[in-house]
């Protein structure tokens, strides 16, 4: 997969440790900075990849600040952009099988590396179930067109 990856500074760490992991898996890697902890905003961070996922330029998102919250916050407001945060695996894998969630968010100030290993794994791995859920994301997508009419 084409995996699109931003972090801020209370974050950055935890990418560098993903990154390792996702190339050492062959998946291509796109770093959308930050690399330091020199303070920056986060959603300068977070919307540079959720363009490229809502572009179709990459694949899957994966975005890390120190909750994961912010980073969450904000892809949510790009169109088309289905972002989680799980906290465990079953969490991480429900938000494909039943939402579909095309951005991982991950605080590095909550989680520990293993989980976040672990998070990942099967965030990448899980299929979206289709069906049923799929008319709840065109509802979603439709909302994000007409959500001030919408009922
Ligand atoms: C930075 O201190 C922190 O607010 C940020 O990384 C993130 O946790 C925000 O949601």
């Known amino acids: 997969m084409k995996i ?3 972090a801020d500074h209370a974050g950055f760490e935890l990418k560098r440790a993903v990154i390792e992991r996702l190339e050492a898996a062959g998946h291509q890697v796109l770093d959308l900075g930050t690399d330091s902890d020199q303070s920056v905003d986060y959603p300068e961070y977070a919307v540079r990849a959720a363009r490229l996922v809502a572009a179709g330029e990459a694949d899957r998102g994966v975005l890390f600040c120190g909750t994961g919250l ?3 916050i904000t892809a949510n407001k790009v169109a088309g952009i ?3 945060g799980p906290c465990d695996v079953y969490q991480a894998e429900m938000s494909r099988r039943h939402n579909d969630a095309n951005v991982l968010c991950l605080g590095q100030r909550v989680l520990a590396e293993d989980t976040v290993f672990d998070i ?3 965030w990448l791995e899980t ?3 289709g069906g ?3 008319r709840r994301l065109g509802a979603i997508a439709e909302l994000e067109e007409n959500w001030q009419t919408a009922e």
């Open 4 to 6: 699109a990856l931003a």
């Open 70 to 72: 912010g980073m969450c």
């Open 82 to 84: 289905r972002a989680v």
């Open 120 to 122: 990942l794994d099967v």
């Open 127 to 129: 299929p979206f179930d």
């Open 132 to 134: 049923r859920h799929q």
